[in-house]
Every structure is written in structure tokens, then in C-alpha cells.
């Protein structure tokens, strides 16, 4: 442009000056730009094909009436609607966000009875353990910082991906989850503190995953699906039988 307009400048001039403007991105930036987006690709292209393959987490709050505003965070598997266990906090970074895994983890181990790092696969190339469970977040601080991804990398069942930026709806399962525990159970009793929201929040997650059923898995109940002894896709009424009267 500037030489269009006569003026001879050497592309190192150039180069200096965007980036004293701050107007060049990080020689790494479509590198890690191309990673993300094979990482995004993974997790949204090709649905799940069972459970425990894709974990949704994010944060939420509810303001208790002793003026209390606490944090919730937790783990959905994607497939079975299950909801692992909520994490309740004053605070919503990336140590909150790490306690939601581990107690995902461990109540993995709880259901099947061996922890999840048992279904990870070799790589035929490399011997290195194939992740079996995708964490997907947004965007947010705790899911960005180096704690987070080095707690990720520490755990080879694990993979994390991060949805695309003002995409709520790629969490969105996480969010109805949300917003059926609050409308549901929360919003319609007064909760004085911290201890009491964990109770409530915890008889509803057992509600939720053992009792219900839930039409957006043919009205099965998770914890059916989630281990395996109902199709998400087929009813399992309890039908009665009529028979002719003489």
C-alpha cells in the first residue's frame, strides 16, 4: 500500500511497525488456530456413540437468602444426560473446575467399578495412552489457564476442548441441566447456606439420574443409560398387559 503511494519503505520497517502496534499475531497463533479447530471437530462433528466419551462442564450460581453467592460446577455426559456430581464453591477458577473432574472421576469409578484410565488404548504409532473422555468447556478463564490444560495432560483418559467463542449451544445440554435443577428443585425453596444447597442439589442429582424419566432419551431414566442397560433411543415402558375379558 505504501509503496502504491510512492513512498519506499523495506518490508523490516513494516514489520517493526506492526508489531510495535501491536498488530501482528503470535508467530504460533494459525498453528494452535488449526490444532483448536481439529480439537473442535472431534468433539462436535461426529456425535458420541456411548457414554463416557464427551463430558460437558461449565459454571452456574445461585444466590442463597443469607445473601451467599455460591458456584456450581459439574460434569454431563453428553450421551446419557448423566449428571456427575456438583462441585459447590465461593469461587469459580480453575481449582473449582479441576475438583468437578475429580469428582466426575471419581464417581466413574464408583458406577464401573475401575477407574477410567483402564478403557485408554495404546496408539498403534506411538504406545502413548489414546484419551477416552473429551471435557468440553467455553471459553472462560479457568478452562484457559495453564493449571487446567496441565491437569488435563497429567490425566491420559482425558482430552479438553473448547467450544467456539459465543457458542453457548455447543454446551447446551450442560446449560438445560442447569436450568432444570434450578427451576426444579432450587427456585422453589428457600435455601439458607452452603451446606443446605449441597444437600438439595445432591437429592436432586439422584433424583434426576436414577428416578425421572427424561424424554430426550426415549424416556429413559441415566443412570439406565449411562451404564449401558437402556438405548437412549428406545422406550423401555413398563407396559401392562390387557387381556380379553370372557
Given at each position: 500500500m505504501?509503496?502504491?503511494?510512492g513512498?519506499?519503505?523495506?518490508?523490516?520497517t513494516?514489520?517493526?511497525?506492526?508489531?510495535?502496534?501491536?498488530?501482528?499475531?503470535?508467530?504460533?497463533?494459525q498453528?494452535?488456530?488449526?490444532?483448536?479447530a481439529?480439537?473442535?471437530?472431534?468433539?462436535?462433528?461426529?456425535?458420541?456413540?456411548?457414554?463416557?466419551?464427551v463430558?460437558?462442564?461449565?459454571?452456574?450460581?445461585?444466590?442463597?437468602?443469607?445473601g451467599?453467592i455460591?458456584?456450581?460446577a459439574?460434569?454431563?455426559?453428553?450421551?446419557?444426560?448423566?449428571?456427575?456430581?456438583?462441585?459447590?464453591?465461593?469461587?469459580?477458577?480453575?481449582?473449582?473446575?479441576?475438583a468437578?473432574?475429580?469428582?466426575a472421576?471419581a464417581?466413574?469409578?464408583?458406577?464401573f467399578?475401575?477407574?477410567?484410565?483402564?478403557?485408554?488404548?495404546?496408539?498403534e504409532?506411538?504406545?502413548?495412552l489414546?484419551?477416552?473422555?473429551?471435557i468440553?468447556t467455553?471459553?472462560?478463564?479457568p478452562?484457559?489457564?495453564?493449571?487446567?490444560?496441565a491437569?488435563?495432560?497429567?490425566?491420559?483418559?482425558?482430552?479438553?476442548?473448547?467450544?467456539r467463542?459465543?457458542?453457548?449451544?455447543?454446551?447446551?445440554?450442560?446449560?438445560?441441566?442447569f436450568g432444570?435443577l434450578?427451576?426444579?428443585?432450587?427456585?422453589?425453596?428457600?435455601i439458607?447456606?452452603?451446606?443446605?444447597?449441597?444437600?438439595r442439589?445432591?437429592?436432586?442429582r439422584?433424583?434426576?439420574?436414577?428416578?425421572?424419566?427424561?424424554?430426550?432419551?426415549?424416556?429413559?431414566?441415566?443412570?439406565?443409560?449411562?451404564?449401558?442397560l437402556?438405548?437412549?433411543?428406545?422406550?423401555?415402558?413398563?407396559?401392562?398387559?390387557?387381556?380379553p375379558?370372557p
Amino acid at each position: 500500500m505504501v509503496r502504491h503511494d510512492g513512498h519506499e519503505v523495506s518490508e523490516a520497517t513494516v514489520l517493526r511497525t506492526l508489531r510495535d502496534e501491536g498488530l501482528l499475531l503470535p508467530a504460533a497463533y494459525q498453528r494452535e488456530r488449526r490444532k483448536l479447530a481439529a480439537r473442535r471437530k472431534a468433539a462436535f462433528a461426529t456425535e458420541p456413540g456411548g457414554p463416557n466419551q464427551v463430558w460437558q462442564l461449565d459454571f452456574s450460581e445461585f444466590e442463597t437468602t443469607t445473601g451467599g453467592i455460591w458456584r456450581l460446577a459439574g460434569c454431563r455426559d453428553y450421551w446419557s444426560k448423566y449428571d456427575y456430581p456438583y462441585h459447590v464453591s465461593p469461587t469459580a477458577n480453575q481449582h473449582d473446575a479441576i475438583a468437578a473432574i475429580e469428582a466426575a472421576l471419581a464417581e466413574f469409578e464408583a458406577l464401573f467399578g475401575y477407574p477410567l484410565v483402564d478403557l485408554c488404548q495404546p496408539d498403534e504409532e506411538t504406545g502413548e495412552l489414546m484419551p477416552v473422555v473429551t471435557i468440553v468447556t467455553d471459553n472462560g478463564g479457568p478452562f484457559r489457564s495453564m493449571r487446567f490444560e496441565a491437569f488435563i495432560a497429567a490425566h491420559p483418559e482425558l482430552a479438553h476442548v473448547r467450544t467456539r467463542v459465543k457458542s453457548p449451544g455447543q454446551n447446551g445440554s450442560r446449560e438445560r441441566g442447569f436450568g432444570t435443577l434450578k427451576y426444579e428443585r432450587l427456585y422453589i425453596d428457600e435455601i439458607n447456606d452452603a451446606v443446605m444447597l449441597a444437600t438439595r442439589i445432591e437429592d436432586y442429582r439422584r433424583e434426576y439420574n436414577q428416578t425421572r424419566p427424561h424424554q430426550a432419551i426415549a424416556w429413559n431414566r441415566p443412570t439406565q443409560v449411562h451404564q449401558g442397560l437402556a438405548d437412549p433411543t428406545t422406550p423401555t415402558f413398563q407396559t401392562t398387559e390387557i387381556l380379553p375379558t370372557p
